[in-house]
């Protein structure tokens, strides 16, 4: 996909801005048509429109969109990814919808939602609180934890505590390099009444997809942090680390029971839509259709839904009315449903090598 750019004709090289959204490479060779050459048209300056007023529009100081279509950066990411198999009239209708409803899309990776449906319980009972000591860092990494506790106080994710609870910290490292801050709830955990609310079975979830055309996938933007932990119980989450005491306001990851409440929630949100127009396992959706006007008029349902519940989308996770999806280790679409070639790839790798070169 080509983004539209004006360019100068006089100039003997154009630059290209080319998005390959699919999941594998893509290859052009030379003489391969990326895209068309149109005459622009141009508009005779307005006197009447001084070069302050567009400034002004510039900065953002109130002035509204200039149009119904027009889009924030990760929006307009996501709606070139997902009109790559669309008509220009159907391209246009998933603007729109995206328009209407950009509320519903985190605008940064704080800009969280906060819903007021449910809220995390921790059930103890008569355990008494368990106090484990602080786990030794590297000092290169001491810093990183450091650094993750203030941006996490600074977003109203975790508050200073007085708590007889203390688990842990464990810095993991993803893939991308960055640093994952979790808590060691374990001991937590052991103490705490479990809550036995079911999560789909997947196969059954995979076989509601059967016969349908386009797919949209949506993933909520750090969902645990979407709902609150009960205000009695946030003592029990409390962690230490070199820089103090300090327990969570949302939900964190690593409790026994997150699964059991987030599950719940998402079900209370689209209840009445799931198994219909959509499925849902923790905090994926997939809003699915036999047609694009009936998938865009669930995917709207689904948008209204998690708006009412006060919760955010990562449109960097998103994609929408695509043909074939990642769904669950899955790859679905119209022809069926196969295995995810990244989850075999290591099954495969090793049965390449051991009919090659033997078994050790």
């Known amino acids: 996909m080509v983004a539209k750019i004006l360019v ?124 484990q000591a602080p786990r030794r860092l590297p000092i290169h990494r001491k810093g990183e934890a450091r650094i993750e506790v203030e941006r996490m106080l600074d977003h109203d994710i975790i508050e200073p505590s007085m708590s007889a609870w203390a688990s842990p910290i464990v810095l993991v490292k993803k893939k991308d390099g960055s640093t994952r801050f979790c808590v060691d709830y374990r001991k937590l955990n052991d103490v705490t009444e479990k809550d036995s609310y079911p999560l789909p079975r997947i196969d059954d979830t995979l076989d509601t997809l059967s016969g349908a055309k386009w797919f949209s996938t949506l993933d909520l933007a750090s969902g645990y942090w979407q709902v609150e932990v009960q205000e009695r119980d946030r003592p029990k989450t409390a962690f230490v680390t070199g820089s103090g005491l300090f327990q969570f306001k949302v939900l964190p990851f690593g409790l026994c029971n997150a699964p059991a409440t987030f599950e719940r929630l998402m079900e209370r949100v689209l209840k009445g839509l799931q198994w219909q127009t959509c499925l849902l396992y923790l905090d994926d959706v997939i809003v699915y259709g036999d047609s694009f006007e009936k998938t865009l008029k669930r995917l709207a349902g689904v948008f209204q839904r998690l708006r009412e519940a006060k919760l955010k989308l990562n449109p960097k996770k998103c994609n929408l009315f695509r043909r074939e999806v990642n769904y669950l280790g899955h790859v679905v679409s119209s022809e069926g449903i196969a295995p995810d070639p990244e989850k075999v790839r290591c099954v495969l790798e090793v049965a390449y090598s051991l009919f090659h070169y033997g078994s050790a």
């Open 8 to 131: 100068d004709p006089s100039n003997e090289l154009v630059p290209l801005r080319l998005m390959n959204p699919s999941n594998r490479p893509i290859t052009l060779y030379e003489g391969t048509l990326v895209g068309e050459c149109y005459s622009a048209e141009v508009i005779e300056n307005n006197p009447s429109v001084g070069c302050r007023t567009l400034q002004g529009r510039n900065r953002g100081d109130g002035v509204p969109p200039t149009g119904p279509t027009q889009l924030t950066e990760p929006l307009e990411e996501l709606a070139l990814r997902s009109c790559t198999e669309l008509t220009e009239a159907q391209a246009g209708e998933v603007r729109k919808c995206l328009a209407a409803n950009a509320d519903v899309f985190a605008r940064s990776k704080e800009d969280l939602g906060r819903t007021d449906l449910v809220q995390h319980q921790i059930n103890t009972g008569a355990a008494r609180p368990i106090r």
